[in-house]
Structures are given as C-alpha cells and as structure tokens.
C-alpha cells in the first residue's frame, strides 16, 4: 500500500470525528436563511447567540446553569446505550425523581443541609433508578420495546406530576387563592444548592454533574460492571455464552440511565431560582426538554461520558444564547425552537450516516485482510461487492 | 399451458442449461473450481456435497447473486449473461431458498402479485390472481388458500406459496435449496409429488440437498461437489448411498500425526439418555448417550443439523434437557448456569465464534478477559486491574502464538484463525477437566488448524476429557480415540479409532445403523 491512500484515510478518519461540529455549521446556515426571510441580519443574530451564551460571567454561568441537567441526563443515555438499551424515557424519570426529592424536602423541613442536600438528591437517583427499571425489566423478561415502553412512561409521569402539584403537593398560598397553579410552596432553603459565583444562578449542581461524568467514565472502563454492560450491548450471545446475565444487565443499564435523569430532575428543582417544583401542566414545563435533548448531547459526545462534557454545555449555550437573539433580532420564539430542532436534526443525521461511513471504512479493511472468516461475516457485502465490479 | 401474458412473463423454455468452466473466488477461499454441471428439461438434477463444498456459490452465480470470476452459462447452447436475480428471472430460472421471501402481513394472492403487472393498472387485480393460484394448486398439487395471509401458514405451506410464486411467473428452471429441510416426512412426500408433476411438464429442476435416501428418491441424475470441485456426475440408477457417500467424503484421510497413547483416566463427562428440543421446539436430542475419560477425545461425525449444535449446548448448560442426566466429574450438571459449570472445570469453543466466542468491538485483552474478567487478578472486588490484566494477556498472546499489533487492537481486525486461538487460549488456560469444542478450525487457515489441533492433543495428554464436534471427517479420524456418529438426534453408533472406515462413517452419516460387530450405542 502506497503513503497517499494511508494519509487520504487517516485525514478521512479525522475529519468523520469532526463531522458533529460541521452538522451545527450546517443547521446554522440553515437557520441564517430562516433569519434572514424574517428580515432579521443573521449575522447581528448570531453574534447575539453568541454574546448571549459567553459574552459575560453571567451568560457563561447560564450555560452552565443549562448544560447541567444535560450532561446528566447525558451520561445516563450513554450508560443505556453502550448496553444496546434505547432510553427515550428520561424526561419522566426527570419528572419523578424531582418528585421524590420534593417530597423529601417537604415531608423533613428541619433537616440541616449537611443532611438534606444528600438526602434529597439520594431520593430522585433512586425513584428516577427505579423508574428506568421498570422498562428495563418489561423488555428484559417480557421482550416489550424499550423505546415504546419508555415514552409511555413519560406520559405516566407527567400525569403524575399534575395531580401531586396541583393536589396534595400544592402551594398552600396557591390553594388559598385559588389560582391552582401547579407548584410547590419555596422549599426549606436547607435544600438549596449552595451557589459557586455571589450574583450568579451557578450552583453546586455543576460539580455533581461533573463528578459523576468522571465516574460514569471510570464505571464504564475499569470495573467489571462496565465491561458487562459493554459485553452485553455488544454482542449478548457471546455475553452469555461466557456466563454474563445479559438480562440482569440490560434491566441495569436502564436503571442507571433513569438514576442519572432522576438526579438531573432534583438537582433542576433545588438549583432553579424559584425553589420549587414548577410546571405549566406539560412535561416540558418543568424539565426544558432536558430529557430528549441530553439523548442528543450524548449522541454529540460520542455516547462516552468524558465527551458529554463539551457536548452539553454546546446545547447550554444554544439554549441561553437563544434567548439573546430572540431579543435583539426581534424574531419569534417559534424560530429558537426552530433553530435548537435543526441541530438535533442534523447532528443525528449526521451521525447515522458517520456511523454508515465508519462501518463501510471497517469492512474495506476487513476485505483487506483477505481472510475466509471475514467472508463468512461479511457475505452479503462480498456479494455485493463483486456486483459493483463486474 | 399458456396463461395470460399480462399477468405473467413470456415463457422462456429453457431446454438445456449448461454452466461451464465456472471458477469463484473469494479472498482466500475457491469456492467453485472449474465446475462443469447441466440440466435438461424434465429432469431432476441433484447437487450434493458437504457444507462448504460450493454448491450455493454454484446456485447463486446461476441465480445472478453472484458473478463467476470465469467459465460460461449456456441456455440451449447460447451464452446468457446474469448479472442479478431479476436477469435469471427473465430468463425463466427460479429460486426457492432456505429461507423464504415471503411479507408475512400480506395475503398468497398480494404475495403473489407482488412485484408483477396486474392486469388493470393502477389497480389490483387480485380475482384473478386468486384463480390462477386455484389452477395451479389443482395441476399441482399444491394445497393453499390465497386469501391466507402468510405469517398464519405453516412452513410448508409457506413453501407452497413459493413455489406457487415460481410457477406463477412461468419459470422454466426452478432451484430448490434444501427444500426439505423444513419438512415433515409427509410433507416431503408431498413436495416430491409436486416436483414431478413439475418435471411432468417440461420444467428443469435442480434440487439441493444432503439427504441421501431424498436425493435417491427424486433426482434423474446426482452431481457431487467437495471443496469447491466437481467429483463426478452420475445417472441415479447407478447411485448407491455407499458410493455417494464415499463421493462426498471418501478423500484419501491422512493420519497427520500419530496420537500418543494416553493412560486413560476416569469418565469425566457421562451422558445419560439425555433429550432436548430445538429452537424451532421440535425434538434435537433423543436419548444421547455417551461417556468421555480423562485423556480421552470422543469425536461427534455427521452431517450438519442433526443435533451436533443442540448437544454442544445442553453441555455448556445453554439448553435445557427435557429429561436425561449429565454427570461431569461425578456431578449431575443438567440445569447448571454457565458460571457454575466453567467454575466446575468445563470450557466450551461454540461453533459460531463470530456471534457466539468473541466480542468484535471488544480489544484483544477484553476478550481474553470475557470469562474470568471478575475473578483475581484480573479484577480486585469491582475494580479491574489493568497491570495484571496486561501482564496475562501478554503470556497468552505469546503461548499460544496469537499473531496481534497489540492487546489493544479491536478484535475484528484479526484473522480467524488468530481469533480462534484467542478463544482457545482462554479457554484452555485454565486447564480444563472437560473440553467442548464445536467446528474448532472451521474456516481457519492450514497453519491454525495445526496449532489448534496440537493443542488439543495437548490438553489429552493432561487429562482432559474432550468432546470435538466436526463436520471434517478428517479431522474426527485424526484426533479422535471415538467416533460417534449422529443422525437425526440420535446417536447411530460409536466406533473405536483404527476400526472406522470412511465408507462405514458416511453410512452412518446417512443413518444407517452399523452391522452387528461395531460396537452399537
């Protein structure tokens, strides 16, 4: 093999990494159109993202603030992903774990915070643990579609949410003025996340989202549970041909998964600047669509905890930044939306046809290797291959 | 016969198709060697061989799947092109595979229009495809209600559909790629009314299969391929099931090296009437019956699909008996967990090493790992080490000559036969009491089957009791202190190394029962 094919590859190979980057540039050009058909410059927009997610302590802070949630729902995704298990149910493992460390915080006012913060974030990892479990079971011992299972549940959730905060979990001044919006009272300030920067929203969230990236990473490669649950996403046959219960670890992966959302809903009630639980009666209202969008942020970083990082404070800043040019290029809201639904759509996009890419770049190798066994895999392209040439 | 041309395709009468010359190769492999075969109209062509002989490349190169690398397809003495299925439909051949392509949501008549003109476009014209399928099943015999959907049918109604299907496009030459193996007996019989009705009508057949007494009851005449060549074509009058089976398998078998005699220890591996069902829950495994000692290696002939798979697997406790008992090492292991059983000393090389021995993704180490990742000292408590890890994985690679850049090289990029040696060196290095192996060099290349099957007899030589599972009959005779042959589910007879001809194990291959001096199970 000549030099150039082996440079023209390797240069091919970088440029797939950096494939998600280009699929942004390219949904941003898109959007410039849309901006620019509603007569704002897109140009002044964009630099108003820009400025509006990094321009000053407080915009960098509001990123963060946004890419919280993100990043745990994110390393959640990864963990059920790498076991082949589509979570698609972290907004209403959201939902319920924020539940859970509610009532908590409702139900022991008096708790010091040494005491409280821990308690009340314990409680949503493991409602939300729980409620990923439940999917995990049905699709490991009942073989119910995960994906199917999971958006139910999230309408589950919601409904659940609406009738515990606009009943027994209500705002007593709420009930009392008949407004029935569907909140909590404040709740007891010893929850509060403490704040990192005076004059700021950022909390002590940040680090525990953080710190739990680095043990998803270590989870994942340097324990045995890790390397089970890579085993079984893998390759299940030969997981349990060496004795793994590929069962046991799919309905693990989910829980995981859902502990992670769990702990993004808590930690989104007790950093919020309200200090309780709020919604507008939708899933949506409460959690920002945090759970859907951190499935993107995970898919974005590679669907590995260290490249979740990055990837979640990128839809932070869009999310913040959103804000801004909304302002200043006075175009509707409908458009942000718009403009954060072209980037999922082509970082996904994107994405699938990287990984078709990657796939194509093995199999060529593998047909170099010119091995017998490599035909017995790969017949059906061997065919296929031949069909082109002749 | 001359139905209407708006439903179906010109008829191409195919009097004669010659293939000649036809060579195939893929990367390391000839598939097909300068294979002669023809057919005429009317006749029932049989192709034998063993798996891997050629005979699907043969049939996908006919059928356009795949193009010859050289040689010539010939209809009535005219030089025909095929570059896909839809050319060889054009002119007149047809294809019933194993596997049918049928949409199981629609009903046989929309299967059957399905990819054809109607007669009234854009509409369907489903009445009359309805009465078609009324007359063809009548001239046929070919029982089918065209208002069924398909996923209701039974197989072999679902393989009535097919040939249905065939017929319906006025094919005039029809592959039948083991076509019985889904069948009951009764079915067969069925199917092979059908078939000469078909030939009746001037179709040409070719008829792929590995059943003996079937090929002897249908064919005019029998090819007989192995390892990609032809080894000769016979009229079925003169065809025996003895020179058939010594066509298919009778290679001169070279003894590569003479076994060491071993003390032989005690029995290790004991199975006691053991019965089991298959995936498609009809009966695998009836009664088995067999004994393996220390030091001892007890080689399982036959030809593929006759329960090989299901006893590898109700050993390594990934099926479960329906009665019977497997003692190993004086233990009844039946129901044990796979943990359990690789804790009692038992290793297992599964046949399907792609899907079922490795992980693809996974890195060298990883793999070696896969077993014994959360046991000392690859792995303190949840935690695992890497230095040890690295420091093992190193020896392995090394003892058992596995030919990698590194430990962290993904799997996939291996050869077979090193990936293959992976497997072996994780099973084997725990010195195993009981050794499964299941097709341990199916696929590998010369030098690894030497290294595998020296390692092997190595594993004798320590006492191990080992089962090897193959469809290599050289193999079987080379390692083996006992052939026991399967057929059907059952074993057909146990023989002692030294009194094993070829010709007796390719009869007992086909399920005849041995004369009464071998010693029967």
């Keep these: ?390 | 016969m001359s139905p209407n041309p708006a439903d179906t395709l010109p008829r191409k009468s195919i009097e004669h198709l010659e293939m000649r010359g036809i060579v195939k190769r893929f990367p390391g492999v000839l598939a097909n060697n300068h294979v002669n075969f023809d057919v005429r109209s009317g006749e029932v062509h049989t192709l034998l061989g063993e798996n891997g002989a050629g005979k699907s490349t043969l049939m996908k190169i006919l059928y356009g799947l795949y193009q010859q690398d050289q040689g010539d397809i010939l209809i009535n003495g005219e030089r025909v092109s095929i570059q896909s299925p839809s050319d060889a439909i054009k002119l007149g051949i047809g294809m019933i595979h194993q596997h049918f392509m049928l949409v199981p949501t629609l009903t046989v008549a929309e299967n059957v229009a399905l990819g054809l003109r109607s007669s009234r476009e854009p509409l369907m014209d489903l009445e009359r495809v309805s009465a078609r399928i009324h007359e063809l099943s009548e001239i046929y015999g070919l029982r089918v209600n065209p208002d069924a959907y398909v996923w209701q049918l039974a197989v072999g109604e679902q393989q009535r559909v097919e040939i249905i299907k065939t017929l319906y496009r006025d094919v005039s030459l029809l592959i039948l790629d083991e076509p019985t193996a889904v069948l009951t007996p009764q079915e067969v019989d069925q199917l092979f009314g059908t078939l000469r009705q078909m030939t009746a009508d001037g179709h040409s057949l070719i008829f792929i299969s590995h059943k003996l007494h079937e090929v002897l009851a249908i064919s005019d005449r029998i090819t007989v391929l192995r390892d990609g060549s032809l080894v000769g074509s016979i009229p079925t009058g003169e065809a025996t099931r003895e020179n058939l089976a010594q066509m298919m398998v009778g290679r001169e078998v070279v003894y590569s090296r003479p076994i060491q005699a071993v003390e032989v220890g005690e029995p290790r591996l004991v199975l006691r009437d053991v019965s089991a069902i298959s995936d498609r829950e009809t009966k695998a495994l009836s009664n088995i019956n067999l004994e393996i000692r220390g030091g001892q290696i007890l080689g399982i002939a036959g030809v593929s699909g006759n329960g090989q798979r299901e006893l590898a697997q109700v050993i390594s406790g990934l099926r479960p008996l329906t009665s019977g008992s497997i003692l190993l090492d004086d233990q009844n292991i039946a129901g044990w967990g796979v943990k359990s059983l690789r804790d009692a000393g038992l290793a297992f090389i599964p046949e399907e090493r792609m899907r079922d021995g490795a992980i693809k993704d996974f890195t060298v180490a990883e793999n070696l790992i896969l077993q014994e990742h959360d046991v000392e000292p690859y792995s303190h408590g949840i935690f695992l080490d890497f230095r040890a890890i690295a420091e093992r994985c190193q020896e392995l690679i090394a003892s058992f000559n596995i030919k990698t850049p590194s430990q962290e090289t993904t799997l996939k990029s291996l050869s077979g036969g090193n990936i293959q040696k992976l497997i072996m060196a994780r099973e084997l290095a725990r010195n195993p009491n009981v050794l499964v192996a299941s097709q341990p060099t199916r696929g590998v290349d010369i030098g690894a089957t030497e290294y595998i099957h020296q390692r092997i007899l190595e594993q004798r030589q320590l006492g191990t009791a080992t089962l090897l599972i193959s469809e290599d009959l050289d193999e079987i005779l080379a390692l083996s202190d006992e052939i026991a042959v399967m057929y059907e589910g059952e074993i057909v007879g146990i023989v002692r190394r030294g009194d094993a001809t070829v010709e007796e194990l390719g009869l007992m291959m086909a399920g005849v029962r041995p004369q009464p001096q071998a010693e029967s199970a």
Excluded: C
């Design chain 1, 1 to 390: 093999m000549s030099s150039q094919p082996v440079i023209k590859s390797r240069l091919e190979g970088v440029l797939l990494r950096l494939l998600p980057l280009f699929a942004v540039l390219l949904a941003f050009l898109v959007g410039a159109v849309m901006l620019f058909a509603l007569g704002a410059n897109p140009l002044t927009a964009y630099l108003a993202l820009l400025n509006g997610a990094f321009g000053s302590v407080n915009a960098l802070a509001e990123t963060t603030v946004k890419a919280i949630p993100l990043l745990l729902v994110g390393i959640g995704i990864t963990i059920s992903f790498r076991a082949k298990v589509i979570n698609i149910g972290g907004e209403g493992q959201m939902v319920v774990g924020a539940l859970a460390a509610t009532a908590v915080a409702l139900a022991f006012p008096d708790l010091p915070p040494i005491a409280m913060i821990p308690l009340t974030l314990l409680a949503g990892f493991v409602t939300g643990g729980l409620y990923g479990a439940l999917p995990g079971a049905l699709k490991a011992y009942f073989q119910v579609n995960e994906i199917l299972s999971t958006i139910m549940l999230n309408i589950v959730a919601v409904q659940a949410m609406n009738f515990l905060l606009r009943g027994i979990m209500i705002d007593p001044q709420q009930a009392e003025l008949g407004a029935r919006i569907p909140q909590t009272m404040r709740l007891p300030a010893s929850a509060d996340l403490p704040i990192l920067i005076r004059g700021t929203r950022l909390h002590a969230g940040v680090l525990i989202a953080l710190l739990a990236a680095v043990a998803v990473y270590i989870l994942l490669w340097r324990t045995t549970l890790g390397y089970r649950i890579r085993a079984v996403g893998l390759n299940p046959d030969a997981s349990r041909y060496a004795g793994i219960h590929v069962k046991r670890y799919v309905v693990l992966a989910l829980t995981l998964s859902g502990a992670f959302a769990g702990l993004a809903g808590a930690i989104l009630v007790f950093g919020s600047e309200s200090h309780r639980m709020v919604t507008d009666g939708s899933t949506t209202g409460f959690t920002g669509s945090a759970g859907f969008n951190g499935i993107v942020a995970a898919l974005f970083g590679g669907l590995h905890p260290i490249g979740t990082i990055p990837a979640s404070f990128l839809f932070g800043a869009l999310l913040v930044g959103a804000n801004k040019l909304q302002r200043v290029a006075q175009v509707p809201s409908a458009l942000i939306t718009a403009l954060n639904g072209l980037v999922v759509v082509f970082v996904v996009s994107i994405e699938n046809w990287r990984n078709r890419r990657v796939a194509a770049r093995i199999a060529a190798r593998i047909s170099v290797d010119s091995e017998p066994d490599a035909l017995l895999e790969s017949s059906d392209t061997a065919g296929a291959t031949t069909l082109g040439t002749k």
